[in-house]
């Protein structure tokens, strides 16, 4: 077997026994212990867990953007030793520039890159009509709404075709109408691309919807508690949560929250 081939064999996407500490007032923190994970290309993958188990740390440790304290991330079998810049990533926050329009904002990820401006223009018009935004596209971002920025900022992460997408809780702060019709949204491209995400939220219920893997974590320091393969049909579709088989994954990984002791019964406060 040659050295091409042996690459070939490598999972895309490879977290091989990462810990990661920061260093506190009060202390070392683990946020981290011992976590391997391998993601296959194209797979859609959401992380869920509790709040501050390590969910986000992850997603920076494959962008680049932190430094695993131990062990390492590959992506298609390179160590990542640096910022990635063939990924796009999507923030909490839209972090649009309010004095450039929906498309000079999509348009600032070329520049960025030093990526040919003009012939980039239609793919930014023609990303921004996918997601609903046509007619828009000189609107400033205090003229759009908060599920409209976001979905500038995905254009954005997409703008330069990455081969991974990498999301950090990016509809968390959406009203429930607007952030159904986001995750549509993000499903037809994924579907028109079929490229790898990792996508943390701490939604079940979205997770099930996106995802056609879901990693539950534990509380911090965070191991993977539970690896669960989302058997359900694309597209789906919003009335697709009432089914009984969507319920069932989002029970069996509620179940897992439970063997976690995240989620208990308490007795009412006596009086």
Request: net charge negative; aromatic share 6%.
């Amino acid at each position: 077997m040659t050295p091409n081939d042996t690459a070939a064999l490598r999972s895309y996407v490879e977290f091989d026994e990462v810990e990661k500490s920061f260093a506190t007032k009060g202390g070392k923190v683990a946020a981290i212990e011992a976590l391997s994970l391998t993601v296959d290309e194209g797979d859609f993958l959401a992380i869920v867990g509790p709040s501050g188990c390590g969910k986000s740390t992850l997603l920076l440790a494959l962008a680049g953007l932190t430094t695993p304290t131990n062990g390492t991330v590959s992506l298609k079998g390179r160590t990542i030793a640096g910022p990635v810049t063939e990924a796009g990533v999507v923030f909490q926050n839209a972090e649009l520039l309010p004095w450039r329009t929906a498309l000079e904002n999509v348009l600032l990820q070329a520049e960025v890159r030093k990526l040919p401006k003009g012939s980039l223009t239609e793919r930014a018009r023609q990303l921004l009509a996918d997601v609903g935004l046509a007619g828009f596209e000189d609107h400033y971002p205090d003229e759009l709404s908060g599920g409209m920025q976001q979905r500038v900022s995905l254009c954005r992460a997409l703008l330069h075709d990455p081969s991974i997408l990498l999301m950090d809780e990016p509809f968390g702060a959406l009203d429930a109408i607007t952030r159904d019709q986001v995750q549509m949204d993000l499903q037809n491209l994924w579907l028109k691309s079929r490229r790898t995400v990792m996508f943390i939220t701490h939604s079940i219920e979205e997770a099930v919807f996106l995802a056609d893997r879901v990693i539950v974590l534990s509380p911090r320091p965070a191991t993977i508690a539970a690896d669960i393969r989302v058997d359900l049909p694309r597209p789906r579709h919003v009335a697709d949560r009432g089914s009984a088989e969507f319920t069932a994954y989002v029970n069996e990984i509620r179940d897992e929250f439970g063997k976690l002791g995240i989620f208990s019964d308490r007795d009412p406060v006596s009086r």
